[in-house]
């Protein structure tokens, strides 16, 4: 589109693909503080009502890359709208299930179309608004994404206690509704530049050991976060004996302090990728430790949210472009192995978390994440090590003479 167009027709489009990512992973996400008042009122465990996490990420992981493939042909908008269409519906069933088994079915639905949404929003981001404007559009939809994963949780937490959990789930579905219509009215037609890519080919990438260690990693990274994370709100109710509205005001703290990392990983992923796991995963093994010993002690326990929030914010945006750099011959591909990766890690840190929970009492779960992102880091070094191993191959194979040929 170009450039000379009116600022609205440009930029109008690329805010609602913003807000249109903040519904939709918020929808992910939201449920995890949201366990507590839903097992009781569906009438199971928190671990059993954990096992939504699971299935929501699962399926996120093993659907995405084939169905985004296949649905990369289509016009853009269509398959927009069609995706926050589908959202509203699930959320309105999620609001109004009497028992798990619906619930179950509500969270299926969504999960097959987010990593759509996900992976093929910036690029149409930038097809509106031209290449000499590609990185501000990509910000912009990526802002919404990242403000879902920092408040998203936090906000549905603080509705849920004001007015009940189906009540957050039927505000996302207005949400849905509403920015489905936007799009509908005020998006142009977006149709794909280039051929879709076949899902044999997506597949082929995989070959490499490297990028394979980087998908692995990213699913350790995430299955460390998950296996507390998911159950923090459960561990700040019952633990540190808050209330709802305390337990909502803490994620909204946790979520606030994650836009500093965010940042802070931003500035350095491009030059360190690796490093930016190793910076801020060492001391978010730290902080899940030492959660439930300083339980009581208040002020420790901000200091040890803070900590870990600003870490797992990091985590979050150093995980994504370390394994789109990584795959260098097609970085939007490599963005959707990482949503593959990281969603496989979400489902098992859940079911780590829920087994703790269940075999050993909520206040080790902060302990056995802390394990789990050791083995992250772990697999950080062996990267790292690889990763100089082939650079220095790469140069020895280079003709004599020509060491800066490349």
Not at 86 to 107: D, E, Y
């Amino acid at each position: 589109m170009s450039d000379s167009l009116s600022p609205r027709p440009s930029w109008f489009p690329i805010y609602l693909l913003s807000a249109a990512g903040f519904t939709i992973l918020t929808t992910e996400f939201v449920i995890v503080g949201l366990l507590p008042p839903m097992a009781r009122d569906l009438k199971v465990t928190v671990s059993q009502a954990g096992l939504l996490v699971t299935l929501f990420a699962f399926t996120v992981a093993i659907v995405g890359p084939p169905l985004t493939a296949w649905v990369s042909r289509f016009d853009r908008k269509r398959l927009f709208v069609a995706t926050l269409l589908l959202f509203a519906v699930s959320n309105l069933i999620a609001a109004l299930s009497p028992n798990i088994g619906v619930m179950a079915f509500a969270r299926f639905i969504p999960a097959v179309m987010l990593p759509v949404f996900w992976s093929l929003a910036s690029e149409t981001a930038v097809n509106i608004t031209g290449p000499a404007k590609s990185g501000k559009a990509i910000f912009m939809v990526s802002f919404g994404i990242v403000v879902a994963t920092i408040f998203g949780i936090p906000i549905g937490t603080l509705i849920s206690d004001a007015f009940g959990w189906r009540v957050a789930f039927g505000a996302l579905a207005v949400l849905a509704l509403a920015k489905a219509v936007l799009l509908q009215l005020f998006m142009p037609a977006v149709h794909p530049h280039e051929e879709p890519v076949s899902v044999n080919r997506q597949l082929a990438v995989l070959k490499d050991p490297l990028i394979v260690g980087h998908v692995i990693l990213s699913m350790l990274v995430f299955a460390g976060m998950f296996t507390a994370y998911t159950y923090l709100a459960d561990i700040l109710e019952k633990l540190a004996r808050f209330d709802g509205s305390t337990v909502g005001w803490c994620l909204m703290g946790f979520g606030a302090v994650g836009l500093l990392g965010n940042w802070l990983s931003s500035r350095i992923v491009d030059k360190r990728p690796l490093g930016v796991t190793l910076l801020f995963g060492s001391p978010m093994v730290v902080a899940m430790a030492v959660l439930v010993p300083v339980i009581h002690q208040h002020a420790l326990l901000g200091i040890v949210l803070v900590v870990w929030g600003i870490c797992q914010a990091a985590l979050f945006t150093g995980s994504h472009v370390r394994v789109m750099k990584a795959v260098t011959q097609a970085p939007a591909l490599g963005a959707s192995l990482n949503i593959s990766g990281a969603n496989i890690g979400i489902g098992l840190g859940a079911i780590v978390g829920g087994r703790v929970l269940d075999s050993y009492g909520l206040a080790n779960v902060g302990l056995a994440a802390a394990i789990v992102v050791v083995l992250a880091l772990t697999t950080t070094l062996v990267l790292v090590n690889v990763t100089r191993s082939k650079a220095k191959a790469s140069t020895a194979t280079l003709p004599q003479g020509c060491a800066d040929c490349s």
